[in-house]
């Protein structure tokens, strides 16, 4: 009979050879000759002194067989099937992709951007010479914005759709199983890639398209139905259904959409800045050592929030061992956001610090523009961030310590952002609305991490794509409400906010999509 038990370890015991398995046998009262071990569950407990690893498992007597997936993938070939058209290869698009390829439907593909390997070139171009390319960058390409910053897996939408299932894809087409486990699951931006060729590899193997460096730039609706769509090369092409998978940073399809009076919403998203300690700063206070931690540790993160006059204020796509990236998708506008390599293993951890916006209560001057008001204000401060950073893509920046206490910094920490920091006055620059709110919320979280408050971080502005500021509403068939056959989806459309809920809205999208044809 399978057991599912808990067991932990602490730090130094983690350290001595098979101590896991002696630790079951003990639990058990048997020797370990009698059974194997699956591990479902790990994390580490490091909240006092003494550290633990904890561990869920599934205990297998011996004789049993160990399961080791839940899933299989059963790809269809679809090369003569009916098609289902998809703008947009980040999570969205790709796992609707894949699942068209399960129920039997053809997925044709639009991407603005270029395949992962030369996007490579563009992400040079942007960090060294400060040239923006807008259909390729750090959002715009082949596997979306998670490709290249960061690839973490951590998720709260668990009551969207099958995460382990999400896994499973990513371990089948390369990630490593360790991802079925952590409890904080990460790729790696430097692994990611790999695995995101593979699924286009999937998707053409049986039969599917993906076409790069096409952007769509029209859509012919007729009462109230999406006929066509029109390429940039002005070709247009004949559509059933369409799941409109571009992201939160396509401002050219909110537009669109918006001039056509296609149904849009106002959504609240958050602004704020990235702030980055030198690694050993905060492991130092997660860890409660001091110097190096052990080798068994993982670089530390951590997750904050505070209550600021009514709007929250928390940290967002916290990076350890991580980089700085410019995340700007076209030029006069400067945009950070973070990333870490598999082993997490850079001198600096960084973190989205971020205020929440409540569009209908907070930007009164932006009303006039509608379903695009948050939109137009998360463009003022890129705009405002590019100017005070010095017109290129190096960032404006200060020490937290003289931004909190209202001077200008005569000088920076050394940074992982490689287009370089410029000193501005961030206190004064940023909206009243976000800067006084950090100024609190940094003092707070100094007093929740004792040492995080130092003149040893940098902040640097400005952390502005968090989330879409525009919702493109669909009906409980996930259908636009106004335009039938337009499956809004993912980050774009307001239903998600990262690799795995975006991959899980895809799915259901496919699924939506394809009921009738």
């Given at each position: 009979?399978?057991?599912?038990?808990?067991?932990?370890?602490?730090?130094?015991?983690?350290?001595?050879?098979?101590?896991?398995?002696?630790?079951?046998?003990?639990?058990?009262?048997?020797?370990?000759?009698?059974?194997?071990?699956?591990?479902?569950?790990?994390?580490?407990?490091?909240?006092?002194?003494?550290?633990?690893?904890?561990?869920?498992?599934?205990?297998?007597?011996?004789?049993?067989?160990?399961?080791?997936?839940?899933?299989?993938?059963?790809?269809?070939?679809?090369?003569?099937?009916?098609?289902?058209?998809?703008?947009?290869?980040?999570?969205?698009?790709?796992?609707?992709?894949?699942?068209?390829?399960?129920?039997?439907?053809?997925?044709?593909?639009?991407?603005?951007?270029?395949?992962?390997?030369?996007?490579?070139?563009?992400?040079?171009?942007?960090?060294?010479?400060?040239?923006?390319?807008?259909?390729?960058?750090?959002?715009?390409?082949?596997?979306?914005?998670?490709?290249?910053?960061?690839?973490?897996?951590?998720?709260?939408?668990?009551?969207?759709?099958?995460?382990?299932?999400?896994?499973?894809?990513?371990?089948?087409?390369?990630?490593?199983?360790?991802?079925?486990?952590?409890?904080?699951?990460?790729?790696?931006?430097?692994?990611?890639?790999?695995?995101?060729?593979?699924?286009?590899?999937?998707?053409?193997?049986?039969?599917?398209?993906?076409?790069?460096?096409?952007?769509?730039?029209?859509?012919?609706?007729?009462?109230?139905?999406?006929?066509?769509?029109?390429?940039?090369?002005?070709?247009?092409?004949?559509?059933?259904?369409?799941?409109?998978?571009?992201?939160?940073?396509?401002?050219?399809?909110?537009?669109?959409?918006?001039?056509?009076?296609?149904?849009?919403?106002?959504?609240?998203?958050?602004?704020?800045?990235?702030?980055?300690?030198?690694?050993?700063?905060?492991?130092?206070?997660?860890?409660?050592?001091?110097?190096?931690?052990n080798t068994l540790l993982p670089a530390a993160s951590?997750?904050?929030?505070?209550?600021?006059?009514?709007?929250?204020?928390?940290?967002?796509?916290?990076?350890?061992?991580?980089?700085?990236?410019?995340?700007?998708?076209?030029?006069?506008?400067?945009?950070?956001?973070?990333?870490?390599?598999?082993?997490?293993?850079?001198?600096?951890?960084?973190?989205?610090?971020?205020?929440e916006i409540n569009v209908d209560k907070d930007i009164?001057?932006?009303?006039?523009?509608?379903?695009?008001?948050?939109?137009?204000?998360?463009?003022?401060?890129?705009?405002?961030?590019?100017?005070?950073?010095?017109?290129?893509?190096?960032?404006?920046?200060?020490?937290?310590?003289?931004?909190?206490?209202?001077?200008?910094?005569?000088?920076?920490?050394?940074?992982?952002?490689?287009?370089?920091?410029?000193?501005?006055?961030?206190?004064?620059?940023?909206?009243?609305?976000?800067?006084?709110?950090?100024?609190?919320?940094?003092?707070?979280?100094?007093?929740?991490?004792?040492?995080?408050?130092?003149?040893?971080?940098?902040?640097?502005?400005?952390?502005?794509?968090?989330?879409?500021?525009?919702?493109?509403?669909?009906?409980?068939?996930?259908?636009?409400?106004?335009?039938?056959?337009?499956?809004?989806?993912?980050?774009?459309?307001?239903?998600?906010?990262?690799?795995?809920?975006?991959?899980?809205?895809?799915?259901?999208?496919?699924?939506?999509?394809?009921?009738?044809?």
């Open positions: 009979m399978i057991r599912n038990i808990q067991v932990r370890l602490s730090l130094e015991e983690a350290e001595v050879e098979n101590m896991l398995e002696q630790k079951i046998a003990l639990h058990l009262g048997l020797p370990a000759s009698e059974f194997t071990f699956k591990i479902l569950r790990k994390s580490i407990d490091a909240r006092k002194p003494t550290i633990y690893f904890n561990y869920k498992l599934a205990v297998y007597m011996k004789g049993e067989t160990l399961d080791k997936t839940e899933y299989t993938f059963d790809y269809q070939d679809v090369s003569k099937a009916k098609a289902i058209h998809i703008i947009g290869f980040g999570p969205a698009g790709m796992w609707a992709a894949l699942r068209c390829l399960e129920l039997g439907f053809k997925p044709i593909v639009f991407e603005r951007g270029k395949n992962v390997q030369d996007r490579r070139r563009d992400l040079k171009a942007i960090n060294q010479d400060h040239v923006v390319g807008e259909d390729s960058n750090y959002c715009f390409g082949e596997g979306g914005a998670g490709t290249y910053s960061d690839g973490k897996l951590y998720t709260r939408s668990l009551k969207r759709g099958d995460v382990r299932r999400i896994f499973e894809s990513l371990v089948h087409h390369g990630a490593k199983e360790d991802i079925l486990v952590d409890a904080h699951p990460h790729i790696g931006t430097n692994k990611l890639p790999k695995i995101v060729q593979n699924m286009r590899e999937t998707i053409l193997k049986f039969g599917g398209e993906v076409h790069f460096n096409t952007r769509v730039t029209d859509f012919n609706i007729r009462d109230n139905r999406l006929k066509s769509i029109v390429l940039q090369n002005e070709s247009e092409i004949a559509v059933e259904r369409v799941i409109l998978a571009t992201g939160h940073s396509a401002r050219d399809i909110f537009e669109l959409l918006h001039k056509k009076k296609v149904a849009l919403e106002a959504k609240s998203y958050a602004m704020g800045v990235r702030v980055e300690h030198p690694q050993e700063i905060i492991d130092s206070i997660q860890y409660h050592c001091s110097g190096h931690r951590y997750s904050l929030v505070e209550q600021v006059k009514g709007r929250g204020v928390y940290s967002f796509c916290m990076c350890p061992g991580g980089f700085i990236v410019p995340a700007a998708t076209a030029p006069g506008e400067v945009v950070v956001n973070g990333m870490s390599p598999s082993k997490r293993n850079n001198l600096f951890a960084n973190s989205g610090i971020v205020v009164p001057k932006y009303e006039h523009f509608g379903a695009l008001k948050g939109l137009e204000y998360q463009k003022d401060l890129e705009r405002l961030a590019f100017t005070s950073g010095g017109r290129t893509q190096t960032a404006p920046a200060q020490r937290l310590t003289d931004f909190v206490e209202g001077r200008l910094s005569t000088d920076l920490n050394p940074t992982s952002y490689q287009p370089g920091l410029k000193s501005a006055p961030l206190h004064s620059l940023l909206p009243k609305l976000i800067g006084s709110r950090l100024r609190t919320g940094f003092k707070a979280f100094g007093e929740k991490m004792h040492g995080y408050y130092t003149a040893e971080a940098n902040i640097v502005g400005v952390e502005s794509r968090t989330s879409s500021p525009v919702t493109i509403p669909r009906t409980k068939t996930l259908e636009h409400v106004q335009i039938k056959g337009l499956f809004p989806c993912g980050e774009g459309g307001g239903f998600a906010g990262g690799i795995v809920s975006a991959a899980m809205d895809g799915e259901r999208c496919a699924e939506a999509a394809v009921v009738g044809l």
